[in-house]
């Protein structure tokens, strides 16, 4: 929305100050909502919080799961990126896909 609104300003004889305002306010909006983020989200707590229950094997089930898939995804990089890629041709070409619903009919 901003852009749009910066590029409109363009045709205007003075576009280069509403420019700096609107960049400088715009600045300064994003440090305030930036100061009063980090007051919220990063302030202490007064209050003792009780202490966590131990892990156990069943929660750690989900992190190792998800390394185990990244390394055999890494693993099997280039049949992944070719998979993908003929995935892509296949969508991109709409002969195909008439091919596969229509049968040999398909123009």
Same mark, same amino acid.
């Given at each position: 929305? =901003?852009?749009l609104?910066? =590029?409109?300003?363009?045709?205007? #004889?003075?576009? +280069?100050?509403?420019? /700096?305002?609107?960049?400088?306010? $715009?600045?300064? +909006?994003?440090? /305030?909502? %930036? !100061? ?6 990063? =302030? ?9 229950? #131990? $892990?156990? !094997? @069943?929660?750690?089930? *989900?992190?190792v799961?998800?390394? @185990? ?5 890494s ?12 995935? %892509? *041709?296949?969508?991109?070409? #709409? %002969?195909?896909?008439? !091919?596969?619903?229509? /049968?040999? !009919?398909?123009?």
């Amino acid at each position: 929305g =901003k852009l749009l609104i910066l =590029k409109s300003l363009a045709a205007l #004889p003075d576009w +280069g100050w509403a420019w /700096g305002v609107i960049l400088t306010t $715009t600045f300064f +909006g994003v440090v /305030g909502f %930036a !100061r009063v983020g980090s007051a919220v989200f990063w =302030k202490r707590v007064e209050t003792a919080a009780p202490p966590p229950p #131990p $892990t156990s !094997r @069943a929660d750690l089930a *989900a992190p190792v799961i998800a390394l @185990a898939l990244l390394a055999a995804l890494s693993a099997g990089a280039g049949w992944a990126s070719a998979y993908a890629n003929a995935a %892509a *041709a296949q969508v991109l070409d #709409p %002969a195909i896909a008439a !091919r596969a619903v229509l /049968g040999e !009919r398909a123009p």
